[in-house]
């Protein structure tokens, strides 16, 4: 969890990414109208198709603006950033949040949380399959984020941009809101070594202010990182059904490798289940509002395309990063 906090710094690093102004013009449709009324176009090459050309050749940055809508439409990496946290416990988001609080009550109080603990205590050599979960729960975010946002700069593609910008946005809400939540409840993790009464400590939370940390307890970081990179882009591309296969298998694979590595010492089953249903609810949102976001640019700028009001650029696109600290 500690490392993830470098998320919030590489995120601030973002200043600006920018790109050339444009150079070229399309064609432009001619004045006189056909006999149908409408005007007539000059015929696009496969090259100037302008669903490829709104989505890959326009101009590129953090705050993408389209000429066409007044400036009206963004791609930015804090776009709607306030607006995105409440409305992830608005309408029925608010019921994610409130079955993760009921199961976390249902798994203590009915001692699935205890054993759990204690099947994975006694067979330890299960928890060696979820080891990997120390390189995927915690570095998921940087990965997937960096990855996006790299390919988007040397592909110059909008639309990949979007999906970047959702995954490092909701991994910075979700590691705000995953900290808060550990900061007031202090629930110790399943510490074996040092305690011989599991079953008590299963049902010890320690409510008030840092009683227990921010790096260990209640809701499960690991987890919460790695839903929220996961709805965030099953969201964004709604229609993928691989990656809604590969994504929540792998938050199935976090859910079993936090409870169950070290004897089930990292965290109690119930930590994982509460992580997944509010980190839900974040990247979800995060991710439709990207989509919407994405969406509106592309139909504004293949509008203006077929208009003749738009003018992509066709050179290089260049990206400069300034770290300031």
Same mark, same amino acid.
């Given at each position: 969890?500690?490392?993830?906090?470098?998320?919030?710094?590489?995120?601030?690093?973002?200043?600006?990414?920018?790109?050339?102004?444009?150079?070229?013009?399309?064609?432009?449709?001619?004045?006189?109208?056909?006999?149908?009324?409408?005007?007539?176009?000059?015929?696009?090459?496969?090259?100037?198709?302008?669903?490829?050309?709104?989505?890959?050749?326009?101009?590129?940055?953090?705050?993408?603006?389209?000429?066409?809508?007044?400036?009206?439409?963004?791609?930015?990496?804090?776009?709607?950033? !306030?607006?995105?946290?409440?409305?992830?416990?608005?309408?029925?988001?608010?019921?994610?949040?409130?079955?993760?609080?009921?199961?976390?009550?249902?798994?203590?109080?009915?001692?699935?949380?205890?054993?759990?603990?204690?099947?994975?205590?006694?067979?330890?050599?299960?928890?060696?399959?979820?080891?990997?979960?120390?390189?995927?729960?915690?570095?998921?975010?940087?990965?997937?984020?960096?990855?996006?946002?790299?390919?988007?700069?040397?592909?110059?593609?909008?639309?990949?941009?979007?999906?970047?910008?959702?995954?490092?946005?909701?991994?910075?809400?979700?590691?705000?809101?995953?900290?808060?939540?550990?900061?007031?409840? !202090?629930?110790?993790?399943?510490?074996?070594?040092?305690?011989?009464?599991?079953?008590?400590?299963?049902?010890?939370?320690?409510?008030?202010?840092?009683?227990?940390?921010?790096?260990?307890?209640?809701?499960?970081?690991?987890?919460?990182?790695?839903?929220?990179?996961?709805?965030?882009?099953?969201?964004?591309?709604?229609?993928?059904?691989?990656?809604?296969?590969?994504?929540?298998?792998?938050?199935?694979?976090?859910?079993?490798?936090?409870?169950?590595?070290?004897? !089930?010492?990292?965290?109690?089953?119930?930590?994982?289940?509460?992580?997944?249903?509010?980190?839900?609810?974040?990247?979800?949102?995060?991710?439709?509002?990207?989509?919407?976001?994405?969406?509106?640019?592309?139909?504004?700028?293949?509008?203006?395309?077929?208009?003749?009001?738009?003018?992509?650029?066709?050179?290089?696109?260049?990206?400069?990063?300034?770290?300031?600290?």
């Amino acid at each position: 969890m500690g490392n993830r906090l470098v998320l919030a710094i590489f995120a601030a690093s973002l200043v600006s990414i920018s790109s050339r102004p444009a150079s070229a013009q399309f064609l432009r449709p001619e004045s006189a109208g056909n006999a149908h009324g409408f005007a007539s176009l000059q015929p696009f090459t496969p090259s100037e198709d302008p669903a490829f050309i709104a989505r890959k050749n326009t101009p590129l940055s953090l705050a993408s603006t389209n000429p066409a809508s007044g400036g009206g439409t963004q791609l930015d990496l804090v776009g709607n950033f !306030g607006g995105n946290i409440l409305d992830s416990f608005r309408g029925d988001n608010i019921y994610l949040h409130l079955t993760a609080a009921a199961s976390t009550f249902l798994l203590v109080a009915g001692g699935i949380d205890y054993d759990v603990e204690h099947y994975f205590n006694s067979n330890p050599d299960i928890g060696n399959y979820g080891k990997a979960v120390f390189i995927t729960g915690q570095y998921l975010p940087f990965i997937v984020g960096g990855s996006l946002l790299m390919y988007a700069g040397a592909s110059e593609n909008k639309e990949v941009l979007g999906a970047s910008f959702a995954v490092i946005q909701a991994s910075i809400i979700e590691l705000m809101y995953n900290t808060a939540l550990k900061a007031i409840t !202090g629930r110790p993790g399943p510490d074996w070594r040092h305690n011989s009464d599991m079953e008590s400590l299963s049902k010890t939370f320690r409510f008030g202010f840092l009683r227990g940390g921010v790096f260990w307890g209640w809701p499960s970081g690991h987890t919460a990182a790695t839903m929220a990179v996961v709805s965030a882009l099953t969201n964004y591309y709604p229609n993928s059904t691989w990656l809604k296969v590969a994504g929540f298998s792998l938050v199935a694979y976090t859910m079993f490798a936090v409870s169950s590595v070290n004897r !089930g010492g990292m965290h109690w089953f119930s930590d994982a289940v509460a992580a997944a249903l509010m980190s839900y609810a974040i990247g979800s949102t995060v991710g439709k509002y990207y989509r919407s976001v994405y969406n509106r640019i592309a139909s504004q700028e293949a509008a203006a395309i077929v208009n003749g009001t738009l003018s992509p650029s066709t050179t290089p696109m260049s990206i400069g990063f300034s770290f300031n600290f």
